[in-house]
């Protein structure tokens, strides 16, 4: 491919953060470096870490300045993201904002005018969290989300989100959905033994992720006698009051908080079942990594899950802040073993099929 643009990737936090923004990030950016596309990402500076690095092969610029002060901290931001793209205007030709939330958005928008550049934003969040409510609610919320309309694609990763970005006036030729991927080859079903009756969840400990009802539904599994013991993996703002919620309800020797791990795929492999109690999600990269390690999933119907599981044939889903029914399905899979392995078998080849690395990488290029 002759004149292989040169890609600037902006995502507010980077690795080594772990989340799942920035492992898709990290992901998409060493991938296509692979392929011979010139990528590089602009992120926030950050305590500690280096203003410069290489990480997977990928250029890496912590030159996003922040102060918290209130109101200071986005003008500060949006100033040195301006800046930057201002300095290095000839090492680039194409913007990608991963993820649609942040003043780098509106930024890289002014900079497509003043200096002919294209931009793909990213969406990655849906529902009552959607990067288009996170910025309706920002100041000139509105007018940042007429700015989207503006961008020359804007990525949507599931069918709500695609939904969403019409009802926000987006034109329908500048959307394009390519959903998250997972790496098949790092997340694999291993030699490990299952772990009977050891249900585990990945994430961050927010309020959204509502793992104050998945501890809830395992005290309703636990009081019908179930042979279970919960691992939460993550951490976040609400960890110690979920820590508190387990101790109140009797369960602190039966819930366990593992904090950050760098072990996911071992720990996936040890797991009789993973859960997602989700009150708002995009497309769980937690669900996609434990379906590629071929564990039944039992999750909420919100945001782009329903895109990944059909109910009864590769997961189970079930509304989201129903602690009843949540349990109802962790103790279906828990006591039925031709039911968890086919679970099982049916989410590692819907991975294989169509969330894999690969295709992520091919739909952007």
């Known amino acids: 491919m002759p004149n292989k643009p040169k890609i600037l990737m902006i995502i507010s936090l980077f690795s080594p953060v772990r989340g799942g923004a ?20 602009l992120t926030r500076k950050l305590s500690g870490l280096p203003v410069y690095e ?26 040195s993201v301006f800046w930057f793209l201002l300095r290095h205007r000839h090492s680039y030709d194409i913007i990608h ?27 990655g969040a849906t529902g009552v969290l959607s990067d288009f409510s996170v910025l309706r609610t920002s100041l000139m919320g509105h007018s940042m989300v007429r700015l989207l309309r503006h961008a020359d694609r804007l990525v949507v990763v599931c069918k709500q989100a695609f939904t969403e970005a019409l009802q926000n006036g987006i034109p329908k030729e500048r959307i394009v959905m390519i959903p998250n991927s997972v790496d098949c080859t790092m997340f694999r079903p291993l030699s490990e033994q299952r772990q009977q009756g050891c249900i585990t969840f990945t994430g961050r400990l927010d309020r959204m ?44 020797d039966e819930v366990f908080f593992y904090g950050v791990r760098h072990d996911i795929p071992h720990l996936l492999n040890e797991a009789a079942l993973f ?23 039992v999750a909420t119907r919100v945001g782009g899950i329903p895109d990944i599981i059909t109910d009864g044939v590769n997961g189970l889903l079930v509304p989201p802040g129903q602690p009843e029914q949540l349990a109802e399905a962790l103790w279906h899979v828990l006591n039925d073993r031709a039911l968890a392995e086919k679970l099982g078998a049916n989410a590692r080849r819907t991975v294989i099929e169509q969330y894999c690395l690969d295709n992520m990488l091919t739909a952007y290029q």
């Open 54 to 79: 290489e990480i997977n092969g990928v250029p890496v610029y912590r030159n996003i300045t922040t102060v918290n002060i209130g109101k200071l901290f986005g003008l500060v931001y949006a100033v």
């Open 97 to 123: 904002c991963h993820l649609a939330q942040g003043l780098h958005t509106p930024v890289a928008l002014v900079i497509k005018f003043l200096l002919k550049k294209s931009v793909i934003i990213k969406i």
């Open 209 to 252: 992720k509502g793992v104050d009802v998945l501890i809830h539904a395992f005290a309703l599994l636990k009081a019908r006698g179930a042979a279970a013991r919960l691992r939460i993996i993550g951490e976040g703002p609400e960890q110690e009051n979920l820590k508190a919620l387990a101790s109140s309800l009797c369960l602190a």
């Open 275 to 297: 859960v997602l109690p989700s009150l708002s999600e995009g497309l769980s990269n937690a669900v996609l990594e434990a379906m590629a390690c071929g564990l039944p999933v």
């Open 22 to 41: 920035e492992q898709q990030a990290l992901q998409l950016a060493a991938g296509l470096q692979k392929h011979a596309l010139s990528v590089a990402i």
